[in-house]
């Protein structure tokens, strides 16, 4: 048998969509599903808009996921070049045996009106003048594949036009440029965003000029936004690299990615241990929609199955990556792990834990630090605090029910007070465990500070 081959092509002219991502993954499983070969093919003939900086993100990016390749323009391969510029020789050599086969022929479009041929020709011109190479669509031929989600999907070139295979600049047009690709590089199986449907039938065209085989298409349905349409950044953020910025572990976005349209026996898993499950009968053909809230939550599942090393190694990576570079000591990260959902979250739960200079929450302000009783319960918390010996979470428990009953204040008021006056908000993690972590000496000092803060407000 014939090894399976599969590529991800994208372009880099930005950032690695999470819908390329997800085609990337399912080529991904494929491949190692039946002991083949991944091939990552930068397609940047787009020569304004392709820059190497975006095809870096993009390798970057797949690598953080996890989906490395076989072949490509990093690791090389026997069937390079892996970058569609570089291989501009190759593509003008099948361009000219279209035209001598009468599959294709020569066009000069008038300057002015881009859209007006002036003439075409068998012969390329010879004085100099920029010039097209158009492929010759056969008239009323159909055009028929079996789409191996879709079934079998007919065309008729009834109402094709002649397109363009080699644009003046002396670059190839995509349609052109991803047959010769995959022939030469002896891709067996293209799966796709079902978008390039309509591009199937000029490939199969030139696939049939050549002589040669189409391998196996497959057509994924698109991610959608809520209202249903395409996935784009008016829906919000679709970068990858977005995703891990924001703090979402790698397995966790593959996962949520992998279940979009992936028809599997669980939610959570790590995809490298579905790779033996894998089918692409398994995928649906129906739309599938990105719910943002669904990711978080699979992310906090991910974040959950970790163990606590595990994490804090998820997390200073994530620290690294983002820049994000306050210390967090271990101490406050374990406090903080069990509240969130993402390393983000993690990060700025730790934050007042660490910095002084800590705000406190308009929420926190108007509901209890504004309150007549405010400074009494704060006051009694510092005398409370400074006297203990013990310093732990029983002690530290008892001393501020001890402050309610004193006061006869709701032990509620009493904790939401101490919990904002020592971190500046009403969300944070464990109040006993908190005042803790932070220590006496700490805990004094940014008492004192939330009396001047109440000094302030009056």
Same mark, same amino acid.
């Given at each position: 048998m014939q090894q399976v081959r599969v590529r991800f092509a994208p372009s880099p002219t930005g950032y690695l969509h999470v819908g390329g991502a997800r085609t990337a993954l399912f080529n991904w499983l494929y491949a190692r599903k039946n002991g083949g070969k991944f091939i990552l093919r930068i397609e940047d003939t787009d020569t304004e808009r392709s820059t190497r900086e975006s095809e870096e993100m993009i390798m970057r990016d797949l690598k953080w996921l996890g989906l490395n390749w076989d072949e490509g323009p990093d690791v090389g391969g026997d069937f390079g070049p892996y970058r569609q510029s570089e291989r501009l020789d190759l593509y003008k050599t099948f361009a000219e045996k279209l035209i001598e086969s009468g599959h294709a022929y020569f066009a000069v479009y008038d300057k002015e009106d881009p859209k007006k041929v002036l003439y075409t020709s068998?012969?390329?011109?010879?004085?100099?003048?920029?010039?097209?190479?158009?492929?010759?669509?056969?008239?009323?031929?159909?055009?028929?594949?079996?789409?191996?989600?879709?079934?079998?999907?007919?065309?008729?070139?009834?109402?094709?036009?002649?397109?363009?295979?080699?644009?003046?600049?002396?670059?190839?047009?995509?349609?052109?440029?991803?047959?010769?690709?995959?022939?030469?590089?002896?891709?067996?199986?293209?799966?796709?965003?079902?978008?390039?449907?309509?591009?199937?039938?000029?490939?199969?065209?030139?696939?049939?000029?050549?002589?040669?085989?189409?391998?196996?298409?497959?057509?994924?349905?698109?991610?959608?936004?809520?209202?249903?349409?395409p996935l784009s950044k008016r829906h919000g953020a679709t970068a990858v690299e977005y995703f891990r910025r924001e703090g979402y572990l790698a397995k966790a976005l593959v996962n949520y990615l992998a279940i979009l349209g992936w028809s599997v026996d669980e939610e959570i898993f790590d995809y490298v241990e579905k790779v033996s499950s894998f089918s692409p009968e398994q995928i649906s053909n129906k739309n599938v929609v990105f719910d943002y809230q669904k990711l978080e939550w699979v992310n906090s599942k991910h974040m959950k199955m970790l163990s606590s090393e595990q994490m804090y190694e998820q997390f200073l990576d994530w620290q690294r990556f983002t820049g994000n570079d306050k210390q967090v000591p271990k101490s406050v990260f374990e406090i903080c792990k069990e509240k969130v959902n993402t390393l983000k979250q993690l990060y700025e739960f730790a934050l007042p834990f660490i910095e002084e200079e800590y705000e406190y929450s308009d929420e926190y302000v108007e509901?209890?630090?504004?309150?007549?009783?405010?400074?009494?319960?704060?006051?009694?918390?510092?005398?409370?605090?400074?006297?203990?010996? +013990?310093?732990?979470?029983?002690?530290?428990?008892? !001393? /501020?029910? =001890? #402050?309610? *009953?004193?006061?006869?204040?709701?032990?509620?008021?009493?904790?939401?007070?101490?919990?904002?006056?020592?971190?500046?908000?009403?969300?944070?993690?464990?109040?006993?465990?908190?005042?803790?972590?932070?220590?006496? +000496?700490?805990?004094?000092?940014?008492?004192?500070? !939330? /009396?001047? =803060? #109440?000094? *302030?407000?009056?």
């Open positions: 068998v012969q390329r011109p010879s004085d100099g003048t920029a010039y097209t190479i158009v492929f010759k669509v056969p008239k009323n031929k159909i055009i028929s594949y079996d789409d191996m989600l879709k079934g079998t999907i007919e065309f008729s070139t009834e109402y094709m036009e002649d397109f363009i295979i080699f644009k003046s600049n002396g670059f190839p047009v995509y349609n052109y440029a991803v047959v010769i690709d995959d022939h030469t590089m002896n891709i067996t199986h293209v799966l796709r965003g079902e978008d390039h449907i309509s591009n199937t039938p000029k490939q199969i065209l030139i696939y049939e000029a050549l002589g040669w085989q189409p391998p196996k298409f497959m057509h994924i349905p698109l991610i959608l936004g809520a209202d249903k349409t509901k209890f630090l504004k309150k007549p009783e405010a400074r009494d319960i704060i006051q009694n918390a510092l005398q409370e605090f400074s006297a203990l010996d +013990e310093y732990n979470i029983e002690s530290v428990e008892a !001393t /501020l029910r =001890k #402050i309610a *009953s004193t006061l006869q204040i709701g032990t509620n008021k009493v904790f939401q007070t101490i919990r904002g006056a020592l971190l500046g908000k009403l969300v944070t993690p464990g109040l006993f465990e908190s005042i803790v972590v932070l220590g006496k +000496e700490k805990t004094k000092r940014r008492l004192k500070r !939330t /009396l001047e =803060k #109440i000094d *302030s407000l009056n």
